[in-house]
């Protein structure tokens, strides 16, 4: 619970009507305060309520943006004002028996020693008015931890020419990928300034049919590998490539074709088909 700090205003007199509410300025200091402070008047005239008459109460320890803290005011019964500040946002205030309670909420503001002022009229239409001082310190807020980056390609296969489009999402300022299965090797991305990195790779001529890793890099750092399977153009009796990087997939990750049974072995009708079939086509399958 924050200490809370009562604040004496003063009452003036005043010819405006009964149930007028004056506009409330709003004070920002320019340099931190080390504490409440508030500034006080004379009252004048026939009427005129003493200072006692009316209090401000804010908190007296320093609050952060965004904090809701509660605001006090006591005043003769039956009076009409506003409580304003260029530090808070939103105040509501509720009249009870002996006065008035609620909340505001510490606005976006810097550090530092800001004014709050009640005014408006008493019950007999004479002018009151109250200040004090909200002191405002943010401290240090924690930096949000950054999505973490993600790859995507527009397509997992392809043969020598095809395109493929890249995808890097990432909070990083650069990203590229790299792999034996693209022409040229590294894939360089453009940023569209909102986390979203896009280019486009080719499949290069001298592939081999197989599978390569694609890796993926923002900020210079690798974060992720995919596989990328290839389809060489040519002999078809060449050694299928396996690059070593890429693990392949496990037996729980074996895609069972719907109202079979995985027993590890292939269907009677693909392993009659497979031993008239040329190597090429057994390894693409």
């Given at each position: 619970m924050r200490k809370a700090l009562t604040i004496a205003g003063v009452a003036l007199a005043s010819t405006m009507a009964l149930g007028a509410t004056a506009a409330a300025p709003a004070f920002a200091a320019t340099t931190p305060s080390a504490g409440p402070s508030a500034s006080s008047g004379t009252g004048t005239g026939s009427g005129s309520h003493a200072a006692a008459d009316v209090r401000l109460t804010l908190p007296s320890s320093p609050v952060k943006p965004g904090d809701a803290i509660s605001i006090g005011v006591s005043a003769p019964a039956g009076s009409r004002f506003s409580v304003s500040s260029a530090a808070l946002d939103g105040v509501r205030l509720t009249e009870e028996k002996g006065g008035w309670s609620g909340t505001g909420t510490v606005a976006r503001v810097q550090d530092g020693g800001y004014g709050v002022s009640l005014t408006g009229t008493g019950p007999d239409g004479t002018r009151i008015q109250a200040t004090a001082q909200l002191n405002v310190k943010a401290g240090t807020t924690p930096k949000p931890t950054p999505a973490p980056s993600a790859l995507r390609l527009s397509q997992d296969f392809g043969r020598p020419g095809d395109k493929v489009v890249v995808t890097v999402k990432t909070s990083e300022?650069?990203?590229?990928?790299?792999?034996?299965?693209?022409?040229?090797?590294?894939?360089?991305?453009?940023?569209?300034?909102?986390?979203?990195?896009?280019?486009?790779?080719?499949?290069?001529?001298?592939?081999?049919?197989?599978?390569?890793?694609?890796?993926?890099?923002?900020?210079?750092?690798?974060?992720?590998?995919?596989?990328?399977?290839?389809?060489?153009?040519g002999n078809p009796h060449v050694k299928p490539h396996v690059d070593p990087s890429v693990t392949p997939l496990r037996p729980s990750e074996h895609k069972v074709p719907k109202g079979s049974v995985n027993t590890g072995q292939a269907p009677a009708a693909a392993t009659q088909a497979a031993a008239t079939a040329s190597p090429a086509e057994v390894f693409r399958g």
């Amino acid at each position: 619970m924050r200490k809370a700090l009562t604040i004496a205003g003063v009452a003036l007199a005043s010819t405006m009507a009964l149930g007028a509410t004056a506009a409330a300025p709003a004070f920002a200091a320019t340099t931190p305060s080390a504490g409440p402070s508030a500034s006080s008047g004379t009252g004048t005239g026939s009427g005129s309520h003493a200072a006692a008459d009316v209090r401000l109460t804010l908190p007296s320890s320093p609050v952060k943006p965004g904090d809701a803290i509660s605001i006090g005011v006591s005043a003769p019964a039956g009076s009409r004002f506003s409580v304003s500040s260029a530090a808070l946002d939103g105040v509501r205030l509720t009249e009870e028996k002996g006065g008035w309670s609620g909340t505001g909420t510490v606005a976006r503001v810097q550090d530092g020693g800001y004014g709050v002022s009640l005014t408006g009229t008493g019950p007999d239409g004479t002018r009151i008015q109250a200040t004090a001082q909200l002191n405002v310190k943010a401290g240090t807020t924690p930096k949000p931890t950054p999505a973490p980056s993600a790859l995507r390609l527009s397509q997992d296969f392809g043969r020598p020419g095809d395109k493929v489009v890249v995808t890097v999402k990432t909070s990083e300022k650069d990203a590229y990928v790299s792999s034996g299965a693209f022409a040229g090797g590294r894939v360089n991305l453009k940023g569209d300034g909102k986390g979203t990195f896009t280019g486009t790779a080719t499949v290069a001529d001298g592939v081999r049919t197989g599978y390569y890793g694609v890796d993926a890099f923002a900020g210079g750092k690798k974060f992720d590998t995919v596989k990328f399977s290839t389809e060489a153009k040519g002999n078809p009796h060449v050694k299928p490539h396996v690059d070593p990087s890429v693990t392949p997939l496990r037996p729980s990750e074996h895609k069972v074709p719907k109202g079979s049974v995985n027993t590890g072995q292939a269907p009677a009708a693909a392993t009659q088909a497979a031993a008239t079939a040329s190597p090429a086509e057994v390894f693409r399958g």
